[in-house]
């Protein structure tokens, strides 16, 4: 080292200033997000997540928020994958409305829309009782998998379980009525949410906008195509989707029901003709999919959750069997 | 390039001498530290290249470590070829199988195996004295074989024992028979279990096994099979199986 005493103040001075910036500012958050709030409609925002999978470059920022500001409070809906999102997501809630957040709705329990809650202390948090169930059960095994994929930006993160069990129907948060919805399409229990007074239609993960669905705790493709049909058959005037960008219209929910049509019709047709799993993630994409984030990841993902049951229903039904 | 070596270059290549082409296909593509160990440990002082006619397929990464698929296709070599091993490198049990195609079988294959981790996978086919390497690679968060609990594991697994399904779909070069074994395939590697596993397949004809295998703890619990071989529709195989413990299993492919 040609300029030791050089290095070593330098070293001094930059030690000073963050131990300085640290007491200003508390500690650095683990992961800078940059949320940015986009109105989709009257006291309505909408924070959308990166059409990705989970990943140190964008520290678990892949589902949309949402949160509408009624006038008594802010009621915020999914809370993103780590406690510094929740803290970010705040923070950027706070620079559109001068309302505390009061309410938090979870609309399932997976794990990019749940882990965020930490982050509204002093707010109640509420979901599906299923949702709360599977987040109990599921909840340590999530917090493992965020850590191997996300690294730092999970740091500090704990779990923070709904208190206040939702049911369909209207529900009130302060005099504010929403319209609930209970499904189990996507992960077994799925809420979907709609503002009467302003038409929009908040569907968590029943509904991914040109980012491919993804099948883990699914029931099956047919009941999750099912209540995609009721859900179509809702009028909304906006809506935001659990993944990828609002709309004005029914597209997502039609895009949704044509990926997991195409999806059943590709296990289908693979099981009956004894295709090998890999030949069946492996065979070409429709074009029509080409503007689709994550298809091929997704596949290979749904090939594993259901192809088994595919093929006892239509491989091994009726072969003549030992024993 | 010094001028002195350009005569030389051009000797080797009048001479025929591809040296750089196989210097390449002994070079292994995964850069893994632990090829030369199972290199050493399964094919010996075997001649070794690595060639792009032993395919080997998987997804990209394990969604269930349980149950990874592997195809393999050594089409190419019409069947002319003595024996087949897997090994996934970073297993507790790095060896799947060990394949002797003998007079029916052919080159491809698929199989579900457990991965412990993210690895390399390899394929290695024997023909002419050489083995002929196929590589690719599984990223895996882990607990293949020593994790109980893996989705989808069946707890009443005696319930099903030894039950076998088979299917035959026609293929251009013979049939494709699909195999599924109910077998715990237990690796002994948790904790107050033994080792309980199949280790002897054959496909059989008349009396003489004309395809046959051995397997490891590393093939999945509930082993599916899928193989293809000679035999058209026509042909009569039955599927022969023998785990450790001498429970013997035996099935007609329709």
């Not at chain 2, 948790?190 to 395809?211: K, L, N």
Request: proline residues 6%.
């Amino acid at each position: 080292m040609s300029s030791p005493d050089g290095a070593t103040r330098s070293w001094l001075v930059k030690a000073v200033l963050s131990v300085g910036l640290a007491l200003f500012a508390g500690p650095a958050p683990a992961f800078d997000y940059h949320l940015k709030p986009v109105a989709v409609a009257e006291r309505t925002w909408m924070v959308q997540g990166r059409r990705e999978e989970l990943s140190e470059d964008n520290g678990g920022d892949i589902a949309n928020a949402a949160f509408i500001a009624t006038g008594d409070g802010v009621i915020v809906i999914d809370t993103g994958s780590t406690l510094s999102y929740g803290r970010a997501l705040r923070a950027a809630i706070a620079t559109v409305t001068d309302q505390p957040v009061r309410w938090v709705i979870n609309t399932h329990h997976h794990p990019d829309h749940v882990f965020g809650n930490q982050a509204f202390e002093g707010a109640e948090i509420s979901a599906l009782p299923a949702t709360i169930a599977a987040l109990k059960r599921d909840a340590d095994s999530f917090r493992t998998t965020l850590y191997q994929r996300l690294g730092d930006a999970v740091r500090g993160t704990e779990t923070a379980l709904p208190t206040r069990a939702l049911e369909a129907g209207e529900s009130r948060f302060g005099d504010y009525p929403l319209r609930l919805f209970a499904f189990s399409g996507h992960s077994g229990a799925d809420l979907v949410v709609l503002d009467p007074a302003t038409g929009v239609l908040f569907t968590g993960d029943l509904v991914f906008h040109h980012r491919a669905p993804t099948t883990p705790h699914s029931p099956g493709i047919g009941i999750w195509r099912e209540q995609l049909r009721q859900v179509r058959a809702l009028r909304f005037d906006v809506l935001v989707p659990g993944h990828g960008p609002a709309a004005k219209d029914e597209s997502p929910v039609v895009e949704t029901l044509d990926y997991l049509d195409w999806l059943d019709r590709r296990l289908t047709n693979g099981a009956a003709s004894g295709a090998t799993r890999n030949e069946v993630i492996q065979a070409p994409l429709p074009e029509r999919f080409a503007d689709m984030a994550l298809v091929r990841y997704e596949l290979t993902r749904s090939v594993s959750h259901f192809y088994a049951d595919y093929e006892e229903a239509l491989l091994w039904a009726d072969p003549d069997t030992t024993k | 390039m010094a001028g002195y070596l350009k005569p030389l270059l051009a000797v080797l290549i009048l001479l025929g001498a591809p040296w750089s082409v196989a210097e390449e296909a002994r070079e292994d593509p995964l850069g893994s530290f632990m090829w030369e160990r199972y290199r050493e440990r399964f094919l010996g002082d075997t001649p070794v290249r690595f060639d792009s006619r032993v395919g080997i397929q998987a997804p990209a990464f394990a969604e269930d470590s349980g149950q990874v698929p592997i195809d393999v296709d050594a089409s190419d070599f019409n069947g002319r070829f003595q024996r087949m091993l897997l090994w996934v490198e970073l297993n507790p049990i790095p060896l799947v199988f060990d394949y002797r195609p003998l007079s029916d079988g052919l080159g491809r294959l698929s199989i579900n195996v457990r991965l412990e981790q993210s690895s390399a996978v390899r394929v290695a086919v024997l023909s002419d004295g050489v083995w002929h390497v196929g590589s690719t690679r599984i990223e895996g968060e882990g607990g293949g074989c020593t994790t109980p609990g893996i989705a989808k594991t069946e707890d009443n697994w005696s319930k099903d024992f030894g039950r076998i399904k088979a299917r035959r779909f026609g293929h251009e070069s013979g049939s494709r028979v699909r195999v599924k074994l109910s077998h715990p395939m237990d690796s002994g590697l948790i904790p107050s279990t033994r080792p309980f596993y199949v280790e002897q397949v054959a496909f059989v004809h008349g009396d003489e096994p004309v395809a046959s295998m051995t397997w490891q703890a590393s093939v999945s619990e509930n082993p599916e099979l899928a193989l293809t071989l000679k035999g058209d529709a026509g042909t009569a195989y039955r599927f022969q199986a023998r785990d450790n413990n001498g429970n013997e299993f035996d099935h007609v492919i329709p």
